[in-house]
């Protein structure tokens, strides 16, 4: 059984940092890309970085271009998402989600990131 399983989120202050970390176990050797998305209250749940996991290759949403980086410890099963110079408007829940080669996708429990002004 697949799980992904998220930490690292708190209370921080404008300007601060965090890092959170997705760990993945139960796989899985047909993995297409991991990424990273947050969810705000009353909004959409939207992407903020993806790693594709044959070329390494990332993208990134526009508005965390240069404050946040995504990068995988492939030997740890882990994915991780630093972010840096944090706003208030990046307070919301983040998930991990996974996406297979069939297409199938798995999704942690979320974490909760707060940024105070």
């Known amino acids: 059984q697949v799980q992904l399983v998220e930490s690292g989120g708190g209370l921080v202050q404008a300007g601060g940092s965090l890092r959170l970390s997705c760990a993945v176990s139960?796989?899985?050797?047909?993995?297409?890309?991991m990424g990273w998305y947050r969810q705000a209250p009353g909004k959409q749940r939207e992407l903020v970085a993806r790693?594709?996991?044959?070329?390494?290759?990332?993208d990134y949403a526009d508005s965390v271009k240069g404050r946040f980086t995504i990068s995988r410890d492939k030997a740890k099963s882990t994915v991780y998402l630093q972010m840096n110079n944090l706003k208030p408007e990046d307070t919301a829940v983040y998930y991990c989600?996974?996406?297979?080669?069939?297409?199938?996708?798995?999704w942690g429990q979320g974490t909760q990131v707060t940024v105070a002004s």
């Open positions: 139960g796989i899985i050797f047909s993995i297409r890309h």
């Open positions: 989600k996974l996406m297979i080669v069939t297409g199938a996708e798995y």
């Open positions: 790693i594709t996991a044959s070329s390494g290759s990332t």
